[in-house]
T-cell receptor, first 113, second 111 residues
Framework: DVKVTQSSRYLVKRTGEKVFLECVQDMDHENMFWYRQDPGLGLRLIYFSYDVKMKEKGDIPEGYSVSREKKERFSLILESASTNQTSMYLC????????????FGNGTRLTVT | SQQGEEDPQALSIQEGENATMNCSYKTSINNLQWYRQNSGRGLVHLILIRSNEREKHSGRLRVTLDTSKKSSSLLITASRAADTASYFCAPFPSGTYKYIFGTGTRLKVLA
């Protein structure tokens, strides 16, 4: 079974801090994704990566950056956390085929105070 | 927005009844997928239907796809309390890896 592991379930950070959210998958998937989920807004794509060191902006990349130095790991970075980045963050991975499902981690609930 | 739009936003039914959720989208797609999310957890893939398919079954799940109307439906038959969750459709647009999710349907199955 595919396992996507997010390093923290809950995280509390202060405004202005640099925050790293880590995601690791164990199935050698090429594609990895970061979403944020907010009530009434559904899941919104922040960034995705289709290969090591490759990345593409999603719908809401502002205030975020990503890093993919190894195939299995995809990091989301909040350069200077703000209160409007308080949210549930979901990482997912998939193989390169267009007709493959996404495999999600259990999410990180980030609170920025 | 290119995202899928689920309808209804919330649904409450008795155990044993069928639950139907609908999804509309705006772009041409390679496939459409349905996911389930238990409270506070990640999403779990339920079923994928390709753009050239019209209907697909998996256990108690039945999915239909009408590409001419850009719509899909998910039917859960003989629902159980354990089916209580949020359900999301994800139309997969052609030519991109950008899976687009809607806001989901919150299903509550009463025992």
């Amino acid at each position: 079974d595919v396992k996507v592991t997010q390093s923290s379930r809950y995280l509390v950070k202060r405004t202005g801090e640099k925050v790293f959210l880590e995601c690791v998958q164990d199935m050698d998937h090429e594609n990895m994704f970061w979403y944020r989920q907010d009530p009434g807004l559904g899941l919104r794509l922040i960034y995705f990566s289709y290969d090591v060191k490759m990345k593409e902006k999603g719908d809401i990349p502002e205030g975020y950056s990503v890093s993919r130095e190894k195939k299995e790991r995809f990091s989301l970075i909040l350069e200077s956390a703000s209160t409007n980045q308080t949210s549930m963050y979901l990482c997912a991975s998939s193989p390169v085929s267009y007709n493959s499902p996404l495999h999600f981690g259990n999410g990180t609930r980030l609170t920025v105070t | 927005s290119q995202q899928g739009e689920e309808d209804p936003q919330a649904l409450s039914i008795q155990e044993g009844e069928n639950a139907t959720m609908n999804c509309s989208y705006k772009t041409s797609i390679n496939n459409l997928q349905w996911y389930r999310q238990n409270s506070g957890r990640g999403l779990v893939h339920l079923i994928l239907i390709r753009s050239n398919e019209r209907e697909k079954h998996s256990g108690r799940l039945r999915v239909t796809l009408d590409t001419s109307k850009k719509s899909s439906s998910l039917l859960i038959t003989a629902s159980r309390a354990a089916d209580t969750a949020s359900y999301f459709c994800a139309p997969f647009p052609s030519g991109t890896y950008k899976y687009i999710f809607g806001t989901g349907t919150r299903l509550k199955v009463l025992a």
